[in-house]
């Protein structure tokens, strides 16, 4: 089993940033992809960015630009740089670990932490 625990969410104004990260722990050597998920009110969850471990990575085209995912092997953390924030990046955004390489959603998830963006 693997536990991730995400931290950094907040309310912030539109153009502002703020940083998010995950920390996993448990069978960490089990783990292959992480990305971020977000889920606003009414709306589906939706890959944010996905970082392999190789460091490759995979963005929305909503966040290209603006966000930048990283990955701390030895710490067994992610992080998401999000700058130039917008009103609709307001949701909860869930960390999400894979034990398969690729682009797919994994089986372990964070318990999310909202992100508000209001002025």
């Known amino acids: 089993q693997v536990r991730l625990v995400e931290s950094g969410g907040g309310l912030v104004q539109p153009g502002g940033s703020l940083r998010l990260s995950c920390a996993a722990s448990g069978n960490i050597f089990s783990i292959n992809t992480m990305g971020w998920y977000r889920q606003a009110p009414g709306k589906q969850r939706e890959l944010v960015a996905a970082?392999?471990?190789?460091?490759?990575?995979n963005y929305a085209d909503s966040v290209k630009g603006r966000f930048t995912i990283s990955r701390d092997n030895a710490a067994n953390t992610v992080s998401l740089q999000m700058n130039s924030l917008k009103p609709e990046d307001t949701a909860v955004y869930y960390c999400n670990a894979d034990r398969f390489p690729g682009w797919g959603i994994g089986d372990y998830w964070g318990q999310g932490t909202q992100v508000t963006v209001s002025s």
């Open positions: 970082i392999s471990s190789s460091a490759s990575t």
